[in-house]
Nanobody
Framework: VQLQASGGGLVQPGGSLRLSCAAA????????MAWFRQAPGKEREGVSC?????????VYKDSVKGRFAISRDNAENTVILQMHTLKPEDTGVYYC????????????????WGQGTLVTVSS
């Protein structure tokens, strides 16, 4: 299984970025998918996840609710994290993760992890 995250970069406060996670070696609709991030000097934290059931239930960290949106394209084996109104505190390395389950969680219980993509929010 491989997860390839991309789309990070430098953006000004208030800007937007779109992160993608391309999955290989698994059938995406059997897996819960999530995005985590790790800021410099801080522990990794869950940002958002999407369940594998047909409802596509999503969960968000409180600080990103209303600004971030997670979605999945099972046909393309891709998970997207659309980020708007970015703040300096959103800076960090963003990782996508997967686990074969039904309902998502922001706890770090995922089996597969991508290599991370750096997001820097700064003026």
């Amino acid at each position: 299984v491989q997860l390839q995250a991309s789309g990070g970069g430098l953006v000004q406060p208030g800007g937007s970025l779109r992160l993608s996670c391309a999955a290989a070696g698994l059938t995406l609709d059997d897996y819960v998918m999530a995005w985590f991030r790790q800021a410099p000097g801080k522990e990794r934290e869950g940002v958002s996840c999407i369940s594998s059931n047909s409802d596509g239930t999503t969960v968000y960290k409180d600080s990103v609710k209303g600004r971030f949106a997670i979605s999945r394209d099972n046909a393309e084996n891709t998970v997207i994290l659309q980020m708007h109104t970015l703040k300096p505190e959103d800076t960090g390395v963003y990782y996508c993760a997967a686990v074969k389950s039904y309902y998502c969680t922001l706890l770090s219980v995922y089996k597969y992890w991508g290599q991370g993509t750096l997001v820097t929010v700064s003026s």
